[in-house]
Each structure stands twice: as structure tokens, then as C-alpha cells.
């Protein structure tokens, strides 16, 4: 029987015979395509391949939102209401004093019982604060990957729906993300982008939703209770000088950067076993010293 060794000298011979094969399968080709083929598919235009992104998680109806309405039969004591005023005014006070701006100006507002939406927008100190929270980045990692499986099956608008937009929960009571909003009660996204040397790249904006208010359970370390007195038994417009919960936003903008597809690396075809012969797929020689003999 012959050796291996002899055999190397045929490489050339057995590449081009496998490569002859390899040719004959579909979508397979080791030559440069005839003359008169068919052209290669169009690049995509820019308008093609831009995407805009939409979802929005509402607020629901809840107890942070509760007013006289809920208590219409309580009467405010003009001795409690001085008493749990005096409370808020002092708590808003040690937030600020504490570093906590946005809960001393949430708590402020709410005491002032005009119930206006106050708005803090991308940028802001608090904003940039949520920005850097590990909740906020659990969540927009959840929400890059819900756009990025849409935009890999060619679906442009991307639309989220509101099971795949959790709600944001700040849960360090040393942060003013903590004091201000708490578990907060909706989201909404909104974005754009385009396809650019094989990535998806874009901008997000997330707006961060809350009710402002005090529901039954919230106590806040004592403080709770007596501001939800003020709000609902004492509550404005009902009770003139009365609290009033209001909604509240954080607006946070982020970048969007996804592999426009996934690898496209060369399979590679099953063939006959080379390998005895110095050779690996792709039928190239494996290099080897001179007078080595081919192994098993």
C-alpha cells in the first residue's frame, strides 16, 4: 500500500477535482460568475434602510392619584392640616439640605395642590442621574434587545407594545431618583436611526412616567400618611390651600448601536476527509517541514 507521502504530491490535483465538485452545488461557486449573469443586488437606499422606533406603556388609574373624590365624606381638621403641612414643609426642606433637589421641588409642588405635570427633560441633573442607574440600564437593555429582534426580521417601523416596556423602579434610598419617584408607572419610547456600514444606528428617547402622590400604603418612613391626608381629606381644589398629586416625567436619550445582521462567516461544504493527504478545508496544504509524512 502506498504511503501518505506520495499522496501530497496529488494535492493539486485532488483540490481541483473537490473544488469541481463544490461548484456543482447550489449556492456554492469556486469560479468568478460567466459573463452575462445576473447583477448583484441593489444596496439598499437610505430611505430603505432607516427605522423609527414607537411604544408607549400608559399609566394606569391608581391610588397616587387619589383625591377628596375618595374620602368625600371626610372633613378636613384645620389643626391636623396645619400639623401635616408643617410636616411636608420640613421634610422638603431636609431633602434639599440632603442633596435630594428633585424630591425637595416634587414635595413643594405637591403642597402647593395646582396638580400641573412637571417635566424634567433629557439632560437634566435627575435625567442624568437616571441615566446612570442600574434600573434605567436593565431596562433599556431589555428594550434595545425587544427593537434589535424586530429590526434583524426587517420590520421597520418598529413598534413596542406595552408588555415589552417595564416599568422603571428606583430602589436606593440614598438617590434622589428614590425620594422623587419610586416605582414609577409608565414608559414611553420613541426613536430613529438608519442602517450605516452594517449597523443599525440610532438615537432613543425614553420618557420615564409617574403619578405623584401618596396612595393608602405609602408611608415614606412616617411622612406618608399625613401628606395623604392632606391630599385627599384636605385636598385641593376642594379644600382651598390643599394638596394635589400631579403627573411627573424624567426624559433620558440614549444611543442605539446593533450589528445590522448577524455573522456571515463561510460554511464550509461537507466533503471527503483531506486531512491524511496535508490537507483542511478550503484545499490548501497544511504547512508542514520538509520529509514530514502525513499522519492519520
Not at 499522496?7 to 469560479?31: D, N, Q, R, W
Not at 430603505?48 to 388609574?61: D, L, N, Q
Not at 412616567?209 to 396612595?215: A, E, I, K, V
Not at 424624567?250 to 483531506?274: E, H, M, W
Request: proline content about 9%; charged content about 15%.
Amino acid at each position: 500500500m502506498r504511503g501518505p507521502r506520495r499522496l501530497v504530491a496529488k494535492a493539486p490535483v485532488i483540490c481541483a477535482a473537490f473544488l469541481c465538485m463544490v461548484a456543482a452545488l447550489p449556492g456554492c461557486s469556486a469560479a468568478s460568475p460567466a459573463a452575462g449573469s445576473a447583477p448583484a443586488a441593489a444596496v439598499p437606499s437610505a430611505a430603505a434602510s432607516a427605522f423609527t422606533v414607537t411604544g408607549a406603556r400608559p399609566v394606569p388609574p391608581n391610588g397616587s392619584q387619589d383625591t377628596h373624590a375618595q374620602t368625600p365624606k371626610a372633613a378636613c381638621d384645620s389643626a391636623a392640616f396645619a400639623a401635616d403641612e408643617a410636616v411636608g414643609i420640613k421634610v422638603a426642606d431636609g431633602f434639599a439640605v440632603a442633596g435630594f433637589p428633585a424630591s425637595a421641588d416634587l414635595l413643594t409642588h405637591f403642597l402647593r395642590g395646582k396638580g400641573t405635570q412637571v417635566d424634567y427633560p433629557a439632560g437634566s441633573p435627575i435625567s442624568k442621574k437616571a441615566l446612570s442607574s442600574g434600573a434605567f440600564r436593565a431596562v433599556d437593555n431589555e428594550v434595545q434587545e425587544a427593537i434589535f429582534s424586530q429590526l434583524r426580521d426587517g420590520m421597520t417601523p418598529v413598534r413596542l407594545s406595552a408588555a415589552q416596556l417595564p416599568a422603571v423602579a428606583f430602589e436606593s434610598k440614598s438617590s434622589d431618583l428614590y425620594w422623587g419617584f419610586r416605582g414609577t408607572q409608565g414608559l414611553t419610547v420613541t426613536g430613529s436611526g438608519g442602517r450605516r456600514n452594517g449597523r443599525y444606528v440610532g438615537t432613543l428617547s425614553y420618557v420615564i412616567r409617574d403619578s405623584y402622590g401618596f396612595p393608602a400604603s405609602d408611608t415614606l418612613h412616617g411622612f406618608g400618611a399625613p401628606m395623604r391626608y392632606l391630599q385627599t381629606a384636605c385636598g385641593a381644589p376642594h379644600h382651598p390651600g390643599g394638596a394635589h398629586w400631579f403627573p411627573d416625567t424624567i426624559t433620558v436619550t440614549v444611543p442605539f448601536n446593533r450589528p445590522a445582521q448577524k455573522s456571515t462567516a463561510l460554511s464550509v461544504v461537507s466533503g471527503p476527509d483531506l486531512s491524511p493527504y496535508g490537507l483542511h478545508g478550503g484545499c490548501m496544504p497544511v504547512s508542514r517541514s520538509p520529509g514530514t509524512k502525513g499522519s492519520r
